[in-house]
């Protein structure tokens, strides 16, 4: 476990990173009118870091016996991930407006800033 919990801690952060820059790179992309959708690389690569992302932290839960619906830091990290989820398909739609598509991208931030206090802090603010 000494040598495993720093790798898997480093990918999962690499996932996150991976996952936020693939959110921005198509965000801005789709601002400037070029059209990502017909890039197979950049449907494909943004799900590869998400469950990267995904299998990371299930790993880390394991290794520190910190299950959500247990732990209430991970519960609230599991939600976190759920609204920033949510937010990044909001503001990747074409259909919505381009202040609701903002206000979608900096509420994802939002959610992976506040994920990020948690996994420091382990103190949950709601349960």
Same mark, same amino acid.
């Given at each position: 476990m000494a040598l495993l919990y720093p790798a898997l801690k480093h990918l999962h952060?690499?996932?996150?990173? +991976?996952?936020?820059?693939?959110?921005?790179?198509?965000?801005?992309?789709?601002?400037? +009118?070029?059209?990502?959708?017909?890039?197979?690389?950049? &449907?494909?690569?943004? &799900?590869?870091f998400d469950s990267l992302l995904l299998l990371t932290a299930i790993g880390l839960c394991v290794l520190l016996s910190s299950y959500p619906f247990q732990s209430p830091w991970v519960t609230e990290k599991l939600f976190g991930l759920l609204a920033y989820v949510l937010l990044g398909v909001i503001a990747l739609q074409r259909h919505r407006s381009k202040l609701m598509r903002f206000f979608a991208l900096g509420g994802a931030y939002g959610w992976v800033v506040y994920n990020a206090k948690l996994a420091i802090s382990k103190m949950p603010m709601v349960f």
């Amino acid at each position: 476990m000494a040598l495993l919990y720093p790798a898997l801690k480093h990918l999962h952060l690499l996932a996150i990173f +991976g996952s936020l820059f693939l959110l921005s790179l198509r965000f801005i992309m789709d601002l400037r +009118g070029r059209d990502w959708r017909q890039k197979k690389v950049l &449907r494909i690569l943004p &799900r590869a870091f998400d469950s990267l992302l995904l299998l990371t932290a299930i790993g880390l839960c394991v290794l520190l016996s910190s299950y959500p619906f247990q732990s209430p830091w991970v519960t609230e990290k599991l939600f976190g991930l759920l609204a920033y989820v949510l937010l990044g398909v909001i503001a990747l739609q074409r259909h919505r407006s381009k202040l609701m598509r903002f206000f979608a991208l900096g509420g994802a931030y939002g959610w992976v800033v506040y994920n990020a206090k948690l996994a420091i802090s382990k103190m949950p603010m709601v349960f």
